[in-house]
């Protein structure tokens, strides 16, 4: 049975945060990314079986390698979840600034 994992559960690690951008780039083998750490490679090895199983990390086999990339679409999910609350904050602070500018205005 496959654990459905969830997508900002697996980003909210900032391991995985730095191993999608590093594969952001372009595709690496799992000893590539582990060499951009500190932790053994089973423990990076999980992070990216996290990714994956949240789709936001695909697999390319290339012979007897098997390369990891980022997967934009995925990202896109996330993006599109978050502006909805970026637009929300933006429409308050335009109007708390036109709050503050209005009582700037009267002070003077």
């Known amino acids: 049975m496959e654990t459905r994992r969830d997508i900002f559960q697996a980003i909210a690690d900032p391991t995985r945060r730095a191993i999608l951008s590093l594969i952001a780039f372009q595709a690496m083998t799992p000893g590539a990314i582990a060499e951009n750490f500190n932790s053994s490679r089973q423990t990076i090895s999980k992070h990216i ?7 936001l ?4 086999h290339k012979g007897r390698e098997i390369y990891y990339h980022f997967n934009p679409e995925k990202m896109k999910e996330v993006s599109d979840w978050v502006s909805q609350y970026q637009k929300f904050w933006d429409a308050k602070f335009d109007s708390l600034e036109s709050y503050l500018a209005k009582i700037q205005k009267e002070n003077k």
């Open 49 to 55: 079986q996290i990714l994956t199983e949240c789709q």
């Open 57 to 60: 990390v695909k697999q390319d």
